[in-house]
């Protein structure tokens, strides 16, 4: 008997990370999913476990921290759970005019998310993925994320 694949898919309480989650479990996958609010991640595990039978394990984490994404690490570790595939969803986009609209603190939080963060949960789970032999990896953008803006 095989096990269970599993999908580590990060902002996955909405948008394009929810929709992954959803397309992940519709083909049988069981689900690690990642978001910041805990509130909306817990109904979005509880939606997606009724919808679509299957195990969902909703971690609260602000991936812009690097304290976070290691702690993701070891409550995952913790419980066992390895995942088949790796999907990199989570990320933001910030507006304003540079000089005078936006906040550093702001800019700063968002290349840790849509940049620190990408390479810090690749360099986390990859490396398993090759010593499993077999896995995906799947890193997200919306198209704001290459237009001028």
Same mark, same amino acid.
Request: hydrophobic share 45%; glycine share 10%.
């Given at each position: 008997?095989?096990?269970?694949?599993?999908?580590?898919?990060?902002?996955?309480?909405?948008?394009?990370?929810?929709?992954?989650?959803?397309?992940?479990?519709?083909?049988?996958?069981?689900?690690?999913?990642?978001?910041?609010?805990?509130?909306?991640?817990?109904?979005?595990?509880?939606?997606?476990?009724?919808?679509?039978?299957?195990?969902?394990?909703?971690?609260?984490?602000?991936?812009?921290?690097?304290?976070?994404?290691?702690?993701?690490?070891?409550?995952?570790?913790?419980?066992?759970?390895?995942?088949?595939?790796?999907?990199?969803?989570? #990320?933001?986009?910030?507006?304003?005019?540079?000089?005078?609209?936006?906040?550093?603190?702001?800019?700063?939080?968002?290349?840790?998310?849509?940049?620190?963060?990408?390479?810090?949960?690749?360099?986390?789970?990859?490396?398993?993925?090759?010593?499993? #032999?077999?896995?995906?990896?799947?890193?997200?953008?919306?198209?704001?994320?290459?237009?001028?803006?």
């Amino acid at each position: 008997m095989s096990e269970k694949k599993l999908a580590l898919i990060t902002g996955s309480s909405n948008g394009i990370g929810l929709a992954l989650a959803e397309e992940f479990a519709a083909n049988g996958y069981d689900l690690v999913i990642v978001a910041r609010d805990e509130k909306k991640l817990s109904a979005t595990g509880e939606n997606l476990q009724k919808r679509f039978s299957v195990n969902v394990h909703a971690f609260s984490a602000d991936l812009s921290e690097y304290d976070q994404i290691t702690d993701l690490q070891a409550r995952m570790d913790d419980v066992g759970l390895a995942p088949n595939a790796l999907v990199i969803n989570a #990320g933001q986009g910030l507006g304003g005019a540079f000089i005078d609209g936006t906040d550093l603190e702001k800019e700063l939080r968002l290349i840790r998310l849509n940049v620190d963060a990408v390479v810090h949960l690749s360099k986390i789970f990859i490396p398993r993925l090759v010593e499993q #032999g077999n896995g995906h990896v799947l890193i997200t953008s919306s198209l704001s994320g290459s237009a001028p803006i």
